[in-house]
């Protein structure tokens, strides 16, 4: 007996294609970030397709923003440890080397 639903890997290959035209399009540094998208994408498959959704493009939005705020988080744990070591080093030399900040 065969499966009546694709599953959500063969979805994401169908959406892959059918927006192929539209990555050609793109520039290279555009492409690559539009790859990156899909990937992602690829990353939350398995719960996506637990969600088995009737529009797959939902859940995938969904994996590219989970993906993206996973890189904010990262970036302003980052920001914070740089700030703190500027804070640090003004402390240490006496003075403020963040003009004005």
Do not use: C, K
């Amino acid at each position: 007996m065969g499966h009546t639903n694709p599953t959500y890997r063969d979805v994401l290959r169908t959406l892959d294609d059918q927006w192929s035209d539209y990555r050609r399009g793109l520039r290279r540094e555009d492409q690559q970030r539009f790859d990156q998208l899909f990937a992602y994408i690829r990353a939350h498959a398995d719960a996506s397709s637990y969600l088995n959704h009737t529009e797959p493009f939902y859940p995938a939005l969904v994996s590219i923003d989970l993906e993206q705020e996973a890189r904010l988080d990262e970036i302003e744990a980052r920001l914070e440890q740089l700030d703190d070591a500027i804070e640090s080093a003004s402390s240490t030399d006496g003075g403020d080397t963040r003009d004005g900040l």
